[in-house]
Each structure stands twice: as structure tokens, then as C-alpha cells.
């Protein structure tokens, strides 16, 4: 089933579509201004040149009938001299405008980058993160192609319009008071359609968002989609929001090339009326045939002005949409934010974690609790093992301290300091993560593991992988550590990705450890090897531990049993064997298993 765009819920979307919401394209121009202004400069110069073209003609003609050969000549070489000066303003006009439309979309890209990349988790619930690519990408197009060109065109066009109607003013002022009587006419259909152009814009760019999402979501789970045969329908969804995008972006064009064609017969047609009005008063010699001439090109002038600024105007709605969608990224609140005055976490840090009455929810699903009530204190130096069924709630305390999240009760602090007092790049800095789903980078095997800690050496790269028992199949690889991994890793297997990671973490050598199901990818020749390196690499360390298979958790110095979001139970292995209940059950159920 087809899915609507989900850029943004419905509610929360601006109403405004007018072509205003370009002004949120001011903040990245005014850096800029000195560029700008050239480019008016040069703007005004052609426009000027333009406007002067007329009334040289007006002369020549005139003059044919008495002037002198020498005075023709001078019109003639004052011709080249105006074209000289159009050429030069048109191509100044083009390198300074492009040149700041490019320089302006880049840091437009890059502050939407910079905003995402900074936003908790809870904003990629509501958004798709190819629906984030797509505002970065066609969004940004549009509006290059809009400060590049459409908007220097239009203000041209503009000053063609305002100067031509003076001109013909000068020139005739009956025959321009006929032509002015043609305007209302011409802004009625602007403003009607205009309207309906400006929905259909946004319209058409939410549905591209959602195609670009569904097409990223499936293409980074192609193996998944393949195993289960799910080419066709994965198919039958991206081509039906593909031809919902088509279907959306005719009505949009159609409706644009409608506007195109009324402006432009009003225009003309009135045009040709006033010419016909002309050219009698030529004959009853009320006007010469210069200033006719004169009249003639003005009126075109005035004419192509209006039919060019009826169809910039389609593309400026567009680029109204585009920025209206990036706006909203730009402006988005984010849920987790940093203190105005944070408080500076100590060096050395000690590792001191607790957990006082926590009480959270996810925001996509706030009618359920996640964590009720718990209290935790883990002290420095401490392995805390964190054990219980699926959703019992143990990748949640996890997520908590590392503030991907706030709590809706109760407080998670850090060496005596909450959490949400400290800027989150400073107790980051102190944690490293072994994910239950490594991450491996489109870059090399030693770029992916100094990640961990971008200015290490070759050596302790080479040291961290040995420790978690990465190096042999490293250098195994066709060009060893230097071998690009391709994306999400798709050159190494489950374990391998795994050890990967570990040994990334081990490079942080940070004072909070945090194993999110490190191990659980690992052969069991592979987790020895590494179960070694971190009980090494966990002493003098806080070492939070979540684990479904209990063998990789006997030697924690405590095991806390989670269940329903609660903790159930809390002492050693041998401890909560002994007394039976849940983790009893699931020791008795894997040693078994084991054994069998």
C-alpha cells in the first residue's frame, strides 16, 4: 500500500505557501551582500543598455530619410558599443549570480547536515532519513536553480517591465494607457493559478521525499528484501509512489503551462490591438514611423517581460516549497537539547553511574513505559551486567546515559552530575559503544576502527584490533588494514562487523564501557578471545553489560534482572541462581540448552 509523504504531520506544517517563504533564504544570502550587489549592479547595467536600444533605433530610422552618411555611421558604431556593454554586464551578471547561488545552496546543505546530525533519535522516528537526503538534495537543487538564475531573470525581467512602461509612457502616452487597460487581465489568471501552482509544488516534492525514503529504506535492506522474495511488492510500492510523484508533477505542469499560455495571448493579442491603433496614427501623421518602432519594441519588451515573469513564477513557487521544507528541518526543536550554561564534567572521570527513579517512555509509543521506577547506582571500576527478556527494557538504560533520550522522571547522572547539565559532546566523550548492530562505514578496515579515536596511530589501531581479535582477518584481507570495506561492511561477515566494533571501542580507551550485546555475533572459538579483551580492557573501567546469553555474564561483579521494565532482581550469578525466579529460569533454560 502506497504510503501519503511524511515530511512532516499535517498539523504541524506552515499553512503559508507564497512564494514569501523565500525570505528564509535571507539568513544564508547576507553573508554574501558584497556579491549580491555586483550581481544587481550588473543587473541594472543591462537592463539599462537594454532599455536604450530603442530609442538608437528610433534615430536610425528616423534619420534615413535626412541625416548625413557620417551621422548614420556614429549610430551605427554606437550600436556595437551598446552590445559590447550587454555582452559584458550579461556575462559579469551570469558569473556573479551563479557563482553565489552555488555558494549559498553549499552552506544550505551543510546547515541542514550539521542540524540532523545533532538531533536525538525521536526526530528518525517521524522522518525517514532518505526523506532527509532528498530535502538535502532535490530541495537544494531548486533553489539553486532559482538564486542561480530564476531570480536574477525575473528581477531582470522586472526592470525591462517597470523601464519599458516609462518608456512607452515618453513615447506614446494614448497608445500606452491602451496597453495598461490590458493588465488586470493578465493578473487575474497569475493569481488563480498561481495558487493552485503553489499547492501542487509542495505537493510534488513531498511525494519525490517519499519515494527517496521508501527507495533508501529498501535499498539498505536489500538482502532481507531478496531472502523473503520481496522484489515485486517492494517494486509495486516505489513505482506506485513514483507515478504518484509523475502524476502529482503533470497537474503541476499542466496547470503552469494553462497560466503560460493565457498571460501570454492576453498579452500579445493586446499588443497587436495597440499596434493596429499605431499604425493609423502613423498614417494621419500624428506620430512618426521611428516613434512607432520605437513603441513596437518597447511593447515587446514589455510583453516578454510579463509572459518570462509568468513562468519564473512557477519555478519560484517551487523553490518557495523547497525552502519552506528546509526550513522546517532548520527549525525543528529538538527534543534532547543542551544546556545555555553547561556544567563541565571533571577530568579524570571517574565512572560513577546512577539511576535515580527513572521513569521513561518512548515518544512513538508514550502510552507504554519502558522503564518504571528504576534505581540504579553502579560504582566506579564496577561491571554491571544487565540481563532479562527482549523489551524488558535493558537497551533503554543504555540509550538514557548516553542522553539519546530524556527521562520523563527521575535523573541519570554521571560522577554526581545530571546528565541534562552537561553539554552531551563532553560526557560522550568519556563512553564508548559496542552496538548489538555494528556499524561499519563505507571506508577502510583502519579507517573504521580509528573512528574510535581519529588521532591514534597506526600501531594502536593494529594494537586494538589484535585485542579483540580482529588483526588476523584483517590482515588477511587482499590489501590488509587498508581494505575498503564497502558499505555498511558488506565485505565482512556478522562476527567479523562485530569485532570490528569492539575493537573501535577498545581504541576510545574511554572510562564508560557500554557492550549492547557485543558478543552475540561471535563463534565460540572468536567470543573467548574476545570475552578475554574486555574483561582486560573493563578493568578500572564502569562496564555496563546487556546480554541475552548469560555464560558471556558469570564473572560481572553484579547482574541486575530486568523484567517489564522494572528490575526484578540484582546480585551475583551464583547469587540469583540461588534464589530462584527469573534468572534461575533463564540460566536453567541455556545451561540446559548448552548441555544438550
Known amino acids: 500500500m502506497a504510503r501519503r509523504p511524511t515530511s512532516a504531520p499535517d498539523e504541524d506544517r506552515p499553512t503559508s505557501r507564497r512564494v514569501s517563504a523565500l525570505s528564509g533564504l535571507g539568513p544564508f544570502i547576507r553573508p554574501y551582500r558584497g556579491m549580491a550587489l555586483?550581481?544587481?549592479?550588473?543587473?541594472i547595467l543591462t537592463a539599462t543598455v537594454s532599455l536604450v536600444l530603442p530609442l538608437a533605433v528610433r534615430r536610425v530610422v528616423?534619420?534615413?530619410?535626412?541625416?548625413?552618411?557620417?551621422l548614420l555611421d556614429k549610430y551605427f558604431l554606437a550600436f556595437l558599443a551598446i552590445a559590447g556593454l550587454l555582452a559584458l554586464g550579461t556575462g559579469l551578471r551570469y558569473y556573479i549570480v551563479t557563482l553565489l547561488g552555488e555558494r549559498v545552496v553549499a552552506d544550505i546543505r551543510r546547515a541542514v547536515f550539521d542540524k540532523v546530525m545533532g538531533l536525538s533519535p525521536a526526530f528518525f522516528e517521524k522522518v525517514l532519513t532518505g526523506e532527509v537526503l532528498s530535502r538535502i538534495t532535490t530541495d537544494t537543487t531548486l533553489i539553486l536553480s532559482v538564486i542561480g538564475s530564476s531570480v536574477s531573470v525575473a528581477l531582470r525581467n522586472l526592470l525591462m517591465l517597470l523601464g519599458g512602461l516609462v518608456m512607452l509612457m515618453l513615447t506614446s502616452a494614448k497608445l500606452t494607457g491602451l496597453v495598461l487597460l490590458i493588465v488586470p487581465a493578465v493578473v487575474v489568471p497569475i493569481v488563480v493559478l498561481g495558487r493552485r501552482l503553489r499547492a501542487l509544488s509542495r505537493e510534488n516534492q513531498d511525494w519525490i521525499a517519499t519515494s527517496s525514503g521508501s527507495a533508501s529504506e529498501a535499498l539498505l535492506s536489500v538482502q532481507t528484501v531478496q531472502s523473503y522474495t520481496h522484489e515485486a511488492p517492494t517494486r509495486a510500492v516505489f513505482a506506485d509512489q513514483t507515478e504518484k510523484s509523475f502524476a502529482s508533477a503533470k497537474k503541476r505542469i499542466g496547470t503552469r503551462a494553462v497560466m503560460t499560455v493565457i498571460v501570454i495571448f492576453l498579452v500579445f493579442s493586446g499588443v497587436v490591438g495597440v499596434l493596429w491603433i499605431g499604425a493609423r496614427d502613423v498614417r494621419m501623421g500624428a506620430m512618426s514611423v521611428g516613434e512607432l518602432i520605437q513603441f513596437v519594441i518597447y511593447a515587446v519588451m514589455v510583453a516578454g517581460s510579463v509572459g518570462a515573469l509568468s513562468e519564473i513564477w512557477g519555478e519560484l513557487q517551487r523553490a518557495a516549497g523547497a525552502t519552506e521544507r528546509l526550513v522546517e528541518l532548520l527549525s525543528v526543536e529538538d527534543t534532547v537539547q543542551d544546556p545555555a550554561r553547561p556544567v563541565a564534567l571533571p577530568r579524570p572521570v571517574r565512572g560513577e553511574i546512577a539511576f535515580?527513579?527513572?521513569?521513561?517512555?518512548?515518544?512513538?509509543?508514550?502510552?507504554?513505559?519502558?522503564?518504571?521506577?528504576v534505581s540504579l547506582h553502579v560504582r566506579p571500576g564496577e561491571t554491571v551486567a544487565l540481563v532479562g527478556p527482549s523489551g524488558a527494557g535493558k537497551t533503554t538504560m543504555l540509550q538514557l546515559l548516553q542522553r539519546f533520550y530524556d527521562p520523563q522522571e527521575g535523573q541519570v547522572t554521571l560522577d554526581g552530575i545530571d546528565l541534562r547539565d552537561m553539554a552531551r559532546v563532553d560526557f560522550r566523550q568519556a563512553i564508548a559503544l559496542v552496538p548489538q548492530d555494528p556499524v561499519i562505514f563505507a571506508a577502510s578496515a583502519r579507517d573504521n576502527i580509528r573512528f574510535g579515536r581519529p588521532d591514534a596511530s597506526d600501531a594502536e589501531?593494529?594494537?586494538?584490533?589484535?585485542?579483540?581479535?580482529?588483526?588476523?582477518?584483517?590482515?588477511?584481507?587482499?590489501?590488509?588494514?587498508?581494505?575498503?570495506?564497502?558499505?555498511?561492511?558488506?565485505?565482512?561477515?556478522?562476527?567479523?562487523?562485530?569485532?570490528?566494533?569492539?575493537?573501535?571501542a577498545i581504541l576510545r580507551d574511554a572510562p564508560?564501557?557500554?557492550?549492547?550485546?557485543?558478543?552475540?555475533?561471535?563463534d565460540a572459538e572468536s567470543e573467548r578471545a574476545v570475552q578475554a579483551a574486555v574483561e582486560r580492557l573493563a578493568e578500572g573501567r564502569t562496564t555496563l553489560v546487556v546480554a541475552h546469553r548469560l555464560a558471556t555474564v558469570k564473572r560481572a561483579d553484579r547482574i541486575v534482572v530486568f523484567d517489564q521494565g522494572r528490575i526484578a532482581a540484582i546480585g551475583t550469578h551464583d547469587q540469583l541462581v540461588a534464589e530462584g525466579g527469573l534468572y534461575a529460569r533463564l540460566a536453567r533454560l541455556q545451561f540446559t540448552e548448552g548441555a544438550v
Open 62 to 70: 528616423d534619420g534615413f530619410s535626412g541625416a548625413a552618411v557620417g
Open 356 to 373: 535515580e527513579d527513572v521513569g521513561f517512555r518512548y515518544p512513538a509509543r508514550p502510552e507504554a513505559s519502558a522503564l518504571n521506577g
Open 38 to 43: 555586483g550581481a544587481l549592479g550588473a543587473l
Open 512 to 522: 564508560v564501557l557500554l557492550l549492547d550485546e557485543a558478543t552475540s555475533a561471535l
Open 461 to 504: 589501531v593494529e594494537a586494538a584490533a589484535r585485542a579483540a581479535a580482529a588483526h588476523d582477518f584483517l590482515t588477511g584481507l587482499p590489501q590488509g588494514y587498508d581494505t575498503f570495506l564497502g558499505e555498511r561492511g558488506v565485505m565482512l561477515s556478522g562476527g567479523q562487523k562485530q569485532r570490528v566494533a569492539i575493537a573501535r
